[in-house]
């Protein structure tokens, strides 16, 4: 099969392989060997190890699964509301963060993913194309979501009030076609990959830390 793309545990014991038709394969970091491979329902578009040693999955259908690894079943589905394709997922140590084909992202608190009829906290409508980046700062208080597929598609969420920043980024920010994003360790700073091959880094003056 061929290999879609890549995740590793944050201990980066583990390193996940997500492959055509739904296949996705653990390897063990340190030997590389194969520990398992297992079928999602659908093609898997993107993936994550959560913590507790749970791998979430999800895809076309906008079908979500968790596997637990100790015993490498299913211990729930869930389909993300109103998702044709699930294109991104993030998570925090309080939510989960779900992007889809039609540029919305449903922010879920983390407990509630474990049931089969899971509600959204809150439905992020600002973007209109396909997500591309879902991405919490280390403290969980803010998620930066965006699409690469329309210029300066980018929005920051406060995951406290559940409201997006509203005066960042603005028409005259200079991001175009949004590719990546991450924060620094503290959050003092955001960096915004583009397609112009420009790294472009924000100061976020809300944290004193860099």
């Not at 545990?9 to 060997?33: I, M, N, R, W």
């Not at 993300?80 to 991104?88: C, V």
């Not at 003092?188 to 860099?210: D, E, I, M, P, W």
Request: charged residues 15%; glycine residues 8%; positive net charge.
């Amino acid at each position: 099969k061929a290999v879609v793309s890549t995740q590793s545990t944050g201990d980066g014991e583990y390193v996940g392989f997500q492959g055509h038709e739904g296949l996705f394969s653990v390897f063990s970091a340190k030997d590389k060997q194969l520990i398992k491979c297992f079928n999602h329902r659908t093609r898997i578009n993107c993936s994550t190890f959560l913590a507790d040693n749970i791998i979430l999955t999800a895809g076309q259908g906008g079908f979500c699964s968790l596997w637990d690894m100790r015993t490498w079943k299913t211990i729930s589905d869930f389909q993300d509301e109103g998702a044709l394709h699930i294109t991104s997922v993030g998570h925090s140590l309080r939510h989960i963060a779900i992007g889809s084909d039609s540029g919305v992202v449903n922010l879920y608190n983390k407990d509630d993913i474990y049931k089969s009829n899971s509600k959204p906290l809150r439905a992020v409508m600002n973007l209109t194309t396909e997500i591309n980046r879902t991405v919490f700062n280390s403290s969980g208080e803010l998620l930066a979501i965006s699409s690469k597929d329309l210029k300066h598609s980018l929005r920051l969420l406060n995951t406290n009030s559940l409201q997006c920043v509203p005066n960042w980024p603005t028409s005259n920010t200079p991001l175009a076609h949004v590719t990546s994003l991450n924060f620094s360790p503290n959050s003092g700073y955001l960096g915004v990959g583009n397609t112009k091959g420009k790294a472009l880094l924000y100061r976020l003056t809300h944290f004193q830390s860099f």
